[in-house]
């Protein structure tokens, strides 16, 4: 039998592992009405797993194909990302930097004690210094410029990772069990969103935004949009490729393909209030699977509130994403996660 997880850096052997993801219907009265199923991203693979794992693909590619033997990054002290990136290196031969925000604490998180285990180096820098990380003179203001590697941005927000998203909704096209009415997913900064929009047709796609971010989700969603509507040469190659310029082709999506949720933000980035924790329990009692605060519950309670106000045609079929995170649960007391 062919390995369930990441063992080797290639596209095709991505690709196997994400069809292998499996769909299941989620058996609930938290969701009435409604047929709800979800595609578990989380079990892509037991450490690199949901859509970060996505995002790092062609980022991976392209830093095996030039050469780099280092991979930078950056992040929170909870960063889905960071933990993704530090897990890749080590599985895939990268050393890696991670410059994470804040001051070094006394004791470090979960998360950055794993990417430690897994041999990231961390770099501390001041919120100031961090406000910079867009900006070209980055690395060099860290002294961290070197020709030997490759920087991601947070959250493996480039184009390469847009790719692979779109690679993602490709498999979900070809491997999807049903035919389902809506896609819903967590978005954050909406570049999932973008990739599956651009590359999944006749599926309506709707995101729940998990933090209070204004307009700032819809508009960069919207700018990812179009630079993957626009042939480029950046990350050439793959299936993120194709899926590409067969959307050019065929019907190219625009903002008003966006469907974003706002309302179910529950205060705002992490926040995670006793009503959310109850609503996460439920689910996972109910369901057998496990969420994370911080987007896939979310996502959960923002559909079960619009199901339950009869928002959703009935009888709709809805597929949810499970993006991941799971290990973001470590960062919230075992008392509130496992309570009864
Ligand atoms: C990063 C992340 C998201 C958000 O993805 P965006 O592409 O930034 O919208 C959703 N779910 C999980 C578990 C994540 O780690």
């Given at each position: 039998m062919k390995p369930r997880y990441l063992t080797s850096l290639d596209l095709d052997a991505f690709i196997e592992a994400a069809?292998?993801?499996?769909y299941q219907r989620i058996d609930s009265d938290l969701f009435p009405n409604i047929e709800v199923w979800i595609r578990r991203d989380d079990l892509l693979d037991p450490i690199i797993s949901g859509n970060k794992a996505y995002k790092l693909l062609f980022n991976l590619i392209e830093a095996k194909e030039q050469g780099a033997d280092t991979l930078i990054t950056c992040g929170g002290?909870?960063?889905?990302?960071?933990?993704?990136?530090?897990?890749?290196?080590a599985r895939?031969?990268?050393?890696?930097?991670?410059?994470i925000r804040g001051e070094c604490p006394p004791v470090l998180s979960a998360t950055l004690l794993d990417a430690e285990r897994f041999g990231m180096q961390l770099r501390f820098v001041t919120r100031e210094q961090y406000r910079l990380r867009n900006q070209s003179e980055f690395l060099k203001l860290l002294g961290l410029e070197q020709e030997s590697a490759l920087y991601i941005p947070e959250g493996g927000a480039n184009l390469a990772g847009a790719r692979g998203t779109q690679l993602l909704g490709k498999v979900i096209e070809a491997t999807a069990p049903i035919r389902f009415d809506q896609l819903w997913l967590a978005c954050g900064t909406g570049l999932t969103l973008a990739g599956l929009v651009s590359s999944i047709t006749n599926l309506p796609v709707c995101g729940v935004e998990v933090l209070k971010a204004g307009n700032s989700i819809r508009y960069d969603a919207q700018r990812w949009l179009e630079a993957l509507n626009s042939p480029s040469p950046v990350c050439g190659r793959g299936v993120g490729e194709r899926a590409t310029s067969a959307t050019t082709r065929n019907q190219v999506k625009h903002s008003a393909d966006l469907y974003l949720n706002n309302k179910y933000h529950c205060g705002g980035y992490a926040k995670y209030p006793e009503y959310l924790q109850k609503f996460q329990r439920a689910f996972e009692h109910q369901s057998g699977i496990p969420l994370d605060p911080l987007y896939t519950a979310k996502l959960m309670y923002g559909l079960h509130q619009e199901a339950t106000a009869g928002r959703i045609p009935p009888g709709s079929k809805i597929l949810t994403l499970h993006s991941g995170g799971l290990q973001g649960r470590r960062g919230f007391p075992p008392a509130v996660m496992y309570k009864k």
């Open positions: 069809r292998e993801v499996p002290a909870w960063s889905n990302h960071i933990h993704a990136t530090a897990a890749a290196g895939f031969g990268f050393r890696t930097i991670g410059i």
